[in-house]
């Protein structure tokens, strides 16, 4: 099975300027994530959708994040403008279903994530 | 709120020995636990997921054991190895509040050779 697809890799952009990252998650994960890395943390959740719907967004700071999610498959998160404190690995994550009694057989797979560095 | 702690932040090990790492979390009320390792620049792997329902997961030099009632699960490494060297992470499903996965700050090891 295909892992979960994120790109770019990497980007360098100067403060305020925006970015915009992809996902592609593993077919038929209807929950997707979009987490943030800052060096030496563990991640922390920005946004979770299921299906093409929010279910969580109250860690992204609305006022220059946003996030969609197209036909319930493709993500896509955007930073506009940019602040320093943005530099971080930007990591895309999905599962078949994070809720009822399958959730909890189900793995969290992780894509190689998208490393912003803020200037 | 669920809270995550990984204790310790960093270890140092020489190869070959057997090692044990912790991670605790507030609220016994999950759907599952997972380990994660990360090496430096990469994504997140998954190295075992423990269900709710379950007391522990083996996977070739690894077994991760979960508690519910005291909120704490141990991931356990035989015979480290150089190439065992990297972040581990441990990460909970809360089966309530909106089923986000919250991960704890990681534990950094390193196997000397």
């Known amino acids: 099975e295909a892992g979960v697809a994120q790109s770019p890799r990497y980007k360098i952009i100067e403060k305020r300027q925006s970015v915009a990252f992809w996902c592609n998650p593993i077919?038929?994960?209807?929950?997707l994530y979009w987490y943030q890395q800052i060096l030496g943390q563990g991640p922390k959740l920005l946004i979770q959708?299921?299906?093409?719907?929010?279910?969580?967004d109250s860690q992204l700071p609305k006022d220059r994040f946003s996030a969609e999610r197209l036909k319930g498959v493709d993500s896509t998160l955007k930073i506009q403008p940019a602040k320093l404190e943005d530099s971080a690995v930007y990591l895309c994550a999905s599962t078949q279903i994070a809720t009822g009694p399958r959730a909890g057989a189900n793995v969290l797979t992780f894509g190689a994530g998208s490393r912003l560095t803020v200037l | 709120k669920q809270e995550v702690t990984q204790i310790p932040a960093a270890l140092s090990v020489p190869e070959g020995e057997n090692l044990v790492l912790n991670c605790s979390f507030t609220d016994s009320a999950i759907y599952n636990l997972q380990w994660f390792r990360q090496d430096p620049g990469k994504g997140l792997t998954s190295l075992l997921l423990i269900q709710s329902s379950q007391r522990e997961q083996t996977s070739g030099r690894l077994n991760a054991s979960l508690d519910k009632s005291s909120g704490r699960s141990t991931l356990y490494i035989a015979a480290s190895q150089p190439g065992d060297s990297a972040t581990y992470l441990c990460a909970v499903r809360p089966g309530t509040g909106g089923f986000k996965t919250i991960f704890g700050a990681g534990t950094r090891l390193f196997v000397k050779a």
């Open positions: 959708f299921q299906n093409n719907g929010v279910v969580d």
């Open positions: 077919s038929g994960h209807a929950t």
